[in-house]
């Protein structure tokens, strides 16, 4: 494995998987030298990438695709964000690449993560510039950056139950403090 694309949840891992199968059927690469996916850990070999994407962005794709599947902890986005944990970001790489003890505190998980993103990363990207990002990764892997294909799927997959221009200023001050750890660390690596 040369390289590797560690997907957080609702941060763009499909759209990268399209653009790169895509690439793979033109034998631009080899399915061979490269992973993209949930179960990448700091263990798989290779260069390291991944995207992280506004705490409050990410909490309302993952509602409104979990909404569509029937499987929201509430039947609003402010319920279902009062009943998480928060910091799904910190968690999951945490937990999910880093292996590490889900039961360890929140500061000793999100200094983890940081140290993580700042060593263990050949770059951090943001979902929000993930054509740039696109970009650099293709010239990285020698990839050709055209053609681009329409790689998001959330409109086609399922419908929007949470918009950010329908939640109060009261619950998005609420959201940024209940999940300070991930704000954080999007505001320190998305830069």
């Known amino acids: 494995?040369?390289?590797?694309?560690?997907?957080?949840?609702?941060?763009?891992?499909?759209?990268?998987?399209?653009?790169?199968?895509?690439?793979?059927?033109?034998?631009?690469?080899?399915?061979l030298?490269?992973?993209?996916?949930?179960?990448?850990?700091?263990?798989?070999?290779?260069?390291?990438?991944?995207?992280?994407?506004?705490p409050l962005h990410r909490d309302i794709s993952q509602f409104n695709y979990d909404n569509g599947k029937g499987e929201a902890e509430a039947k609003t986005f402010d319920e279902h964000c009062r009943r998480l944990a928060g910091n799904f970001m910190t968690l999951w790489l945490y937990k999910n690449y880093l292996l590490c003890d889900p039961n360890d505190d929140i500061e000793r998980k999100y200094e983890a993560v940081r140290h993580a993103l700042q060593t263990k990363f050949k770059k951090?990207?943001?979902?929000?510039?993930?054509?740039?990002?696109?970009?650099?990764?293709?010239?990285?892997?020698?990839?050709?950056?055209?053609?681009?294909?329409?790689t998001n799927r959330s409109n086609e997959d399922y419908k929007k139950y949470a918009d950010k221009n329908n939640l109060s200023k009261e619950f998005i001050a609420w959201h940024k403090n209940y999940n300070h750890y991930d704000f954080q660390l999007y505001q320190e690596f998305s830069a």
């Open 1 to 31: 494995m040369h390289y590797c694309f560690h997907h957080i949840p609702k941060t763009g891992g499909s759209s990268l998987r399209i653009r790169l199968e895509d690439r793979a059927d033109k034998k631009q690469i080899s399915k």
């Open 33 to 54: 030298d490269y992973a993209v996916g949930h179960n990448t850990t700091m263990r798989t070999p290779g260069t390291h990438f991944v995207w992280l994407r506004h």
């Open 124 to 150: 951090v990207f943001c979902i929000e510039n993930f054509e740039q990002s696109w970009n650099t990764v293709a010239d990285i892997l020698n990839l050709d950056r055209e053609p681009r294909l329409n």
